[in-house]
């Protein structure tokens, strides 16, 4: 069982910041993948970013690449999604999750936070 808090959302204007925390309790949290997903008003949840239990391994959506990066804490029990360059289109709610694996389907997810909302203004 992992339990899942996200925190960093905001208001913040176009090109610039914001650091997403996920802070997560339970024993499987350091054995588990972990992703960051979004999802805007009218549009299906999509997955933003992953990373493997150990850190060593990342994706990324394509619209993030280069501008926004994942890691982790197993220490801390907290995952992180620095964002940078950001756009009017990366307004969304952001959602932490866990999963056995890494991979990019929001099915293969099975713990949740409850969100929290980014919007970047023009």
């Known amino acids: 069982q992992v339990h899942l808090v996200e925190s960093g959302g905001g208001l913040v204007q176009a090109g610039g910041s914001l650091r997403l925390s996920c802070a997560a309790s339970?024993?499987?949290?350091?054995?588990?993948?972990m992703g960051w997903f979004r999802q805007a008003p009218g549009k299906e949840r999509e997955l933003v970013a992953a990373i493997s239990w150990s850190g060593g391994d990342t994706i990324y959506a394509d619209s993030v690449k280069d501008r926004f990066t994942i890691s982790r804490d197993n220490a801390k029990r907290t995952v992180y999604l620095q964002m940078d360059s950001l756009k009017p289109e990366d307004t969304a709610v952001y959602y932490c999750a866990a999963s056995r694996f890494l991979d990019r389907s929001v099915n293969a997810y099975g713990y949740w936070g409850q969100g929290t909302q980014v919007t970047v203004s023009s």
């Open positions: 339970g024993r499987t949290f350091s054995s588990s993948a």
